[in-house]
């Protein structure tokens, strides 16, 4: 089953948040790879950055975050997968028309839901409520099962 990871999903298991026991436990009941976009990874890149920024890590820990996300993609847990963008965008738009107005999602939640979706995914990992909102009802399937 194809399997697509948010941002915030695959940053949780690679720096310890209150997340962390539940995005580990979901990869446990999962078969690599985990998709995610070029987007996606600059968005990991960007968080790591952030992290150091804000003070929660050391640029010594953010580089052995990123090399351990690299051996990630070389083993193939993870997998970037390109969407066309003209595509992707069409895609968020058709869902920030069902859903932006009732669930409240942002351009970020729609674009990981529609590349999901255009990835043909059955499942998505993620801890956005909102996110998880619109996945659900496009038909994917959700882990973690329940957000704490």
């Avoid at 997998?79 to 595509?87: G, I, K, Q, Y």
């Avoid at 351009?107 to 990981?112: G, V």
Wanted: overall charge neutral; proline content about 5%.
């Amino acid at each position: 089953m194809k399997c697509y990871g948010d941002t915030g999903f695959l940053l949780s298991l690679y720096l310890p948040e209150t997340t962390t026991p539940a995005a580990n436990a979901a990869m446990q009941s999962i078969k690599p790879p985990v998709l995610l976009t070029p987007l996606g990874l600059l968005e990991l890149r960007v968080a790591l950055h952030l992290a150091v920024f804000r003070k929660h890590i050391a640029e010594a820990q953010r580089k052995v975050v990123w090399q351990l996300i690299e051996q990630d993609l070389t083993a193939g847990l993870l997998m970037v997968a390109p969407v066309p963008s003209v595509t992707w965008h069409d895609v968020a738009a058709q869902l920030a028309e069902k859903y932006s107005a009732t669930i409240g999602t942002r351009t970020l939640d729609l674009m990981h839901v529609a590349a999901a979706l255009i990835l043909d995914a059955k499942l998505m990992l993620s801890f956005d409520a909102r996110q998880r909102k619109a996945a659900e009802c496009e038909g994917l399937r959700l882990l973690p099962a329940q957000l704490a």
